[in-house]
């Protein structure tokens, strides 16, 4: 067995993380802090899952809480050039192979919990079901690429109460494109199941791929079901089309897919089920198929999963500053894919071997606040009011 004879160290993934994501973000000095002094914050921060404030504290070398959060207010721009510049460090690193062949792009809509002002006093605040303590959210709709287990976040965009779900869509295939990726199909969640996205999507010639929500009269009611509901009656699996029409009288027309499974064996439930998915632009020939390519999609909530594990808490009221976090966590969780795709994957035909035990996410990003440790040094003293008693034992 061949073994590997080249280390990876904190240092080189530090420096790697610098020159991948500062051309493209263009943090300047401001206030007199270096632009790469507020990016190795941003990473220690990051790391701990802490905020810009806590971090500042923990660092002997770096300065002021307060200057280094406005010397990153000043060099950040609006949100529109703030986003053009994510998206360039988004697709910055991409795989060759994403670009040679369509992919399959897996679409999403994350609500990060808000706890200040609500949406009367602030617009970009979005209302939704209580989480985790308030109904009160920013918005963020990603798009990634599912290929050979690896996962790519390849565009990122906020999203505001006034966006609609066909805006999304819209926006984050836009940004795809830009990055060269050919679509093969989309996969999108039930939450995009409306007549304005699927006619963009037939529209723009783009197949997907989501999960039917049924409306009408439930299974149980005396007159039976009605509207999509019929296919929840459904005891066998099977191919139907269906129209779904909206308040403006608009209608979209799509293909359905019944999968129906036996639910024998599992904890208080009995008899079969039916899941039901709605495509267009693809030409399916197994149930199974398009059960197994909407799981896929499921990778995306564990990015969800990992882009909170570096995330960095705030509570700014600025819009940009939070786009920017959840921006970094992003590029963070890419960075680490990327290497191990490129770096830390063995060689072998027909595709290369992933060991992802040599390289945690979370080792990762524990090298990142070690190297800014080793940079600034670390605050190992905390000042109390009074000494702390010494137990003494005979």
């Not at 799509?254 to 632009?281: D, Q």
């Not at 059960?291 to 940009?320: H, L, P």
Request: proline share 5%.
């Amino acid at each position: 067995m061949r073994k590997s004879i080249n280390p990876l160290t904190p240092t080189q993934v530090y420096r790697y993380a610098v020159q991948a994501f500062q051309p493209p973000l263009k943090l300047r000095d401001a206030k007199n802090v270096a632009a790469q002094t507020i990016l190795t914050v941003l990473f220690a921060a990051a790391a701990r899952i802490s905020s810009l404030s806590d971090t500042c504290h923990r660092l002997r070398g770096v300065p002021d809480e307060h200057v280094v959060a406005e010397a990153l207010d000043s060099t950040l721009p609006d949100y529109n050039p703030l986003r053009r510049r994510v998206q360039a460090a988004l697709q910055g690193h991409l795989p060759k192979a994403l670009r040679r062949r369509p992919q399959v792009i897996a679409i999403d809509l994350t609500l990060l919990p808000y706890y200040g002002a609500d949406r009367k006093t602030n617009p970009l605040v979005m209302r939704g079901q209580a989480k985790k303590g308030t109904c009160s959210f920013f918005g963020y709709g990603t798009a990634y690429v599912i290929r050979k287990g690896r996962r790519y976040t390849v565009a990122l965009s906020a999203v505001t109460p006034s966006t609609t779900m066909a805006e999304i869509v819209r926006e984050l295939l836009k940004q795809v494109h830009a990055a060269g990726i050919e679509v093969r199909f989309t996969v999108l969640d039930r939450g995009f199941y409306c007549v304005e996205v699927i006619r963009y999507l037939q529209h723009a010639r783009t197949p997907f791929l989501m999960p039917v929500v049924c409306h009408g009269r439930k299974t149980e009611h005396p007159l039976g079901p009605s509207g999509s509901n019929v296919f929840k009656k459904c005891k066998t699996s099977g191919w139907s089309t269906y129209t779904l029409s909206n308040a403006k009288h608009e209608k979209a027309t799509v293909r359905v897919c019944i999968k129906c499974w036996n639910r024998r064996g599992m904890r208080g439930k009995t008899g079969r089920e039916a899941w039901i998915y709605a495509y267009w632009g693809i030409a399916p020939k197994r149930y199974d198929w398009v059960k197994d390519s909407y799981r896929s999609r499921f990778g995306i909530e564990t990015s969800y999963r990992q882009m909170n594990e570096c995330r960095i808490r705030t509570t700014s009221r600025r819009f940009v500053v939070r786009f920017l976090y959840v921006a970094i966590a992003l590029l963070l969780r890419n960075l680490w894919v990327w290497l191990h795709h490129a770096v830390l994957s063995k060689p072998r035909r027909g595709g290369s071997e992933l060991h992802l035990e040599r390289l945690r996410l979370k080792t990762m990003l524990l090298w990142l606040f070690d190297v800014a440790v080793e940079m600034y040094g670390l605050v190992k003293i905390a000042f109390a009011e009074r000494p702390l008693p010494i137990v003494v034992t005979t």
